[in-house]
């Protein structure tokens, strides 16, 4: 039986807009009552365009975003409110791997200064075993303990991202969120850092949220796989099932775009995601759905588990509901 870390039920996060000086303030649904389910130990890979509310997820998970509507449970309690001192420490045992690293790290201190923060934050060790402490982590990291005397503008991209996650696993986390970790690295370093975060994840059992756009690198890491579209989970299951033979009209587009892939029909999907600010009624996806018919206008499919199957898919098709040809007749 597997055991969650984290569990979250109806996450929702609006925020409020103005398009222009004199317009009225409008509201984005960024994330719309979204439930995740970390086991621990594992990773959950979470995909989609960008904008579908993949990173705001993130920051919710963290409590660095506080939601509108909905609760998260960690290790079988409560989230503690943001910013108390039950969520401070708690914060020990929840780190992030941003996007960013050069924006991430502090240019003023050196790569060592800031793996020892965390120690001393959580107040982990004793000033003098912190040298030693700090050395580890970065070898741990795949750097060298000398290169802990550098500053940020000193490393290469792929070493800074290598700091990033050496703090981050500082005070000895259970859970890591990483924020598209590889997308701001050159190509030729992805995958050392995509492997080091997957023998990182197994060697000390962490349980991962890997968001992502990229399939490949959520391919490699995932043992879960969810798709979100415009806010919402739209199917999710194991990677072989999802990524292979996906059941949701969006997640066969995103796989078959997927580049290299042979005997791959590509599915192009038209138009753009819709304003968040204006979502369609019915199914959020069916103004790009080559599938679309009457009732998905009309219905908001539930993401529940396929018969036969197993997979959770939102899609009134791919349960089975409706043909789309019943559909198109319609
Ligand atoms: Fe397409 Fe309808 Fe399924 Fe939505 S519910 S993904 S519009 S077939």
């Given at each position: 039986?597997?055991?969650?870390?984290?569990?979250?039920?109806?996450?929702?996060?609006?925020?409020?807009?103005?398009?222009?000086?004199?317009?009225?303030?409008?509201?984005?649904?960024?994330?719309?009552?979204?439930?995740?389910?970390?086991?621990?130990?594992?990773?959950?890979?979470?995909?989609?365009?960008?904008?579908?509310?993949?990173?705001?997820?993130?920051?919710?998970?963290?409590?660095?975003?506080?939601?509108?509507?909905?609760?998260?449970?960690?290790?079988?309690?409560?989230?503690?409110?943001?910013?108390?001192?039950?969520?401070?420490?708690?914060?020990?045992?929840?780190?992030?791997?941003?996007?960013?690293?050069?924006?991430?790290?502090?240019?003023?201190?050196?790569i060592g200064q800031q793996?020892?923060?965390?120690?001393?934050?959580?107040?982990?060790?004793?000033?003098?075993?912190?040298?030693?402490?700090?050395?580890?982590?970065?070898?741990?990291?795949?750097?060298?303990?000398?290169?802990?005397?550098?500053?940020?503008?000193?490393?290469?991209?792929?070493?800074?991202?290598?700091?990033?996650?050496?703090?981050?696993?500082?005070?000895?986390?259970?859970?890591?969120?990483?924020?598209?970790?590889?997308?701001?690295?050159?190509?030729?370093?992805?995958?050392?850092?995509?492997?080091?975060?997957?023998?990182?994840?197994?060697?000390?059992?962490?349980?991962?949220?890997?968001?992502?756009?990229?399939?490949?690198?959520?391919?490699?890491?995932?043992?879960?796989?969810?798709?979100?579209?415009?806010?919402?989970?739209?199917?999710?299951?194991?990677?072989?099932?999802?990524?292979?033979?996906?059941?949701?009209?969006y997640a066969q587009a995103?796989?078959?775009?997927?580049?290299?892939?042979?005997?791959?029909?590509?599915?192009?999907?038209?138009?753009?995601?819709?304003?968040?600010?204006?979502?369609?009624?019915?199914?959020?996806?069916?103004?790009?759905?080559?599938?679309?018919?009457?009732?998905?206008?009309?219905?908001?499919?539930?993401?529940?588990?396929?018969?036969?199957?197993?997979?959770?898919?939102?899609?009134?098709?791919?349960?089975?509901?409706?043909?789309?040809?019943?559909?198109?007749?319609?």
């Amino acid at each position: 039986m597997t055991v969650p870390l984290l569990v979250a039920r109806g996450l929702t996060r609006r925020y409020s807009m103005k398009r222009g000086m004199f317009s009225n303030p409008t509201t984005v649904t960024a994330v719309d009552g979204l439930d995740l389910f970390l086991e621990q130990g594992r990773t959950l890979g979470l995909v989609g365009e960008s904008g579908c509310g993949k990173s705001t997820t993130g920051r919710m998970v963290l409590g660095m975003e506080t939601p509108d509507a909905g609760s998260i449970a960690f290790a079988g309690k409560p989230m503690p409110r943001p910013g108390s001192a039950e969520w401070r420490s708690l914060r020990a045992r929840m780190q992030m791997v941003f996007q960013d690293p050069l924006g991430a790290l502090d240019r003023r201190l050196t790569i060592g200064q800031q793996v020892a923060e965390p120690l001393v934050i959580h107040g982990i060790g004793t000033r003098a075993d912190r040298p030693d402490r700090v050395a580890a982590l970065l070898t741990q990291a795949g750097l060298r303990p000398d290169q802990g005397a550098r500053y940020p503008h000193e490393l290469s991209g792929g070493q800074r991202q290598r700091a990033v996650l050496a703090r981050a696993l500082a005070s000895g986390p259970e859970l890591l969120v990483c924020d598209e970790p590889i997308s701001a690295l050159d190509v030729s370093i992805q995958a050392q850092v995509m492997n080091l975060l997957t023998e990182t994840q197994a060697r000390l059992g962490l349980t991962m949220l890997f968001i992502s756009h990229d399939l490949r690198a959520v391919r490699q890491v995932s043992h879960r796989v969810a798709v979100m579209y415009l806010g919402k989970i739209v199917e999710e299951g194991p990677p072989d099932a999802v990524l292979h033979d996906p059941a949701h009209p969006y997640a066969q587009a995103l796989v078959s775009a997927i580049p290299g892939q042979k005997n791959v029909r590509r599915i192009r999907l038209q138009g753009d995601p819709p304003n968040p600010a204006d979502r369609p009624r019915g199914c959020a996806f069916h103004p790009r759905c080559p599938l679309a018919g009457p009732v998905c206008r009309q219905l908001v499919p539930e993401l529940k588990p396929r018969p036969g199957d197993g997979r959770m898919v939102a899609c009134h098709v791919a349960q089975g509901e409706i043909s789309p040809s019943f559909q198109r007749a319609a």
